[in-house]
């Protein structure tokens, strides 16, 4: 193993490879209260340092192109606990606490609240179509 | 809002849209057993189905440019549980139970064996250093 490659992984620097995903690397968000998943983001090398400033996961948007601290329309933010690394660190997962309703940008449709989880549908793994996770 | 995105979002026609990220999309593993997340992939439609097909999870390798059945080398398998599928349909979790010591490439090197997660570091809030994660 070269020593770029041991420090990489075993090292603590941090040295985030944003530059391996075209200056973008994903973040999963992840409640620390049960382990369910959030939402998937991706975040730039400014996304990451305000995600640290404030205290609060910050994204990139890739479809309005600007820096999106995740609740500052909604004001469901997502309060950071820990971040996580990955071996090659070019993936990372925000821990955190949501302050608000929900991670999601879609609405529950018996609720009108946010949905907790973009991760609300499952594949049917018999008829290959999505339904309610479970 | 649109028909077309509210089909996507609401309805329960599966049409992960691969194009949009150029052909693929972050898969992320996560242990079905505890919520806790193993590693974070890359997915193309190839790979969702040959998941579909072998009910293990599946990525396609960005450094290999190959199909990647992760285990089918080392044994450590991540047998699929289920498939969450996000609002946008343009990431999925596969929940998984794994089948063998771990899903990292990297090894613990206290015990030898392959680290469960790949994301065995966290970032010290206060130095910015990595260390090791609680």
Same mark, same amino acid.
């Given at each position: 193993? +070269?020593?770029?490659?041991? %420090? @990489?992984?075993?090292?603590? #620097?941090? $040295?985030?490879? =944003?530059? !391996? ?39 990139? +948007?890739?479809?309005?192109? %600007? @820096?999106?601290?995740?609740? #500052?329309? $909604?004001?469901? =933010?997502? !309060? ?55």
């Amino acid at each position: 193993m +070269s020593d770029t490659k041991k %420090e @990489l992984e075993e090292g603590n #620097a941090l $040295s985030i490879n =944003f530059e !391996k995903r075209g200056g973008l690397i994903p973040a999963v968000a992840q409640d620390g209260r049960d382990g369910s998943i959030l939402m998937l983001g991706y975040v730039n090398r400014q996304a990451f340092e305000e995600t640290l400033r404030l205290g609060m996961a910050t994204f990139w +948007s890739t479809s309005r192109n %600007e @820096l999106w601290t995740k609740g #500052a329309t $909604s004001g469901d =933010f997502l !309060k950071l606990v820990k971040i996580l690394v990955d071996c090659d660190q070019d993936a990372i997962v925000y821990v955190v606490e949501p302050q608000g309703s929900g991670a999601c940008h879609t609405k529950d449709p018996a609720t009108g609240a946010a949905r907790k989880s973009c991760f609300y549908r499952q594949v049917n793994l018999k008829t290959g179509k999505l339904e309610r996770a479970e």
